[in-house]
């Protein structure tokens, strides 16, 4: 996204461009009709000068004026180096994404700067198993139609919240180790605790149940379809192939001569 400054100077750049360009034009063209129109009287061919000489000073008469009242306009305050620097790295870390290689280094890298954050800390290992479901749903949710649909929903939601609950733990613990005497402090960081880990033993649950529906809709009654049909097609080749050989086997001799007597 382009700052207001930078918008600025470009429109004024362009501006002054554009104002010379057509000054410059207005020159050529209005030379251009007093020297044609005394030379040979005035004809209809002179009406095409004199048209073009008007219309370009016009437009750089409006071209200047636009100019003078930009330039009367303070330029934007220069934005925050933080900020430019943030909406830099927005703009990179979008224009990666587009790419499917490129969206997989990226939520790598957003996973690895998690663990990072959350080492050390309660929240660490039960966020490891979270993750670890979480990308084994992702594999799933292709597959889950019908009423495992709305089990994607409750999923996202799930896997939001629990995130945010790790981030949680991990700030309450530490300020547990600043003020280690506070028996309230701790308190509640165990209770977070035991909630994540709850919600996380429950999204494993949701992740094996969508799982074991996977199998189920895809798992035919008998023997599978695909398994009969290659059956069929493997004993046609064998019955072609035989037929071929019979047709390529030489005459019995023996057999040629019994049937002359």
Not at 10 to 35: E, H, I, K, N, S
Not at 193 to 215: C, F, I, K, P, S
Not at 250 to 255: K, L, S, T, V
């Amino acid at each position: 996204m382009v700052d207001p400054r930078t918008r600025y100077f470009r429109r004024l750049r362009r501006l002054r461009r554009g104002a010379r360009r057509w000054t410059v034009l207005a020159g050529g063209f209005g030379g251009a009709a007093a020297v044609l129109l005394p030379y040979a009287g005035v004809s209809p061919v002179d009406a095409v000068w004199a048209a073009a000489a008007g219309a370009s000073t016009a437009l750089a008469f409006w071209r200047w004026s636009d100019l003078r009242a930009l330039t009367a306009q303070p330029p934007p305050p220069a934005p925050d180096p933080a900020i430019a620097a943030e909406q830099a790295r927005l703009k990179l870390v979008a224009t990666v994404e587009r790419i499917p290689l490129g969206r997989a280094a990226v939520g790598e890298v957003r996973r690895q700067q998690a663990l990072l954050a959350l080492r050390g800390t309660a929240a660490a290992d039960t966020w490891t198993r979270l993750d670890r479901a979480a990308r084994t749903l992702a594999g799933l949710v292709p597959r889950l139609t019908g009423p495992g649909e709305s089990a994607q929903l409750e999923a996202a939601v799930a896997e939001q919240s629990l995130r945010d609950l790790a981030y949680r733990v991990a700030s309450v613990e530490k300020a547990v180790r600043l003020a280690p005497a506070d028996a309230g402090l701790a308190n509640s960081h165990r209770v977070l605790v035991e909630q994540l880990e709850a919600g996380t033993v429950a999204y494993e649950g949701l992740v094996a149940a969508a799982a074991n529906y996977v199998a189920e809709d895809g798992r035919a009654v008998g023997q599978h379809p695909s398994v009969s049909r290659l059956t069929e097609a493997g004993d046609l080749l064998r019955g072609v192939a035989a037929g071929l050989a019979e047709l390529r086997q030489p005459p019995d001799p023996a057999g040629t001569s019994g049937t002359s007597r």
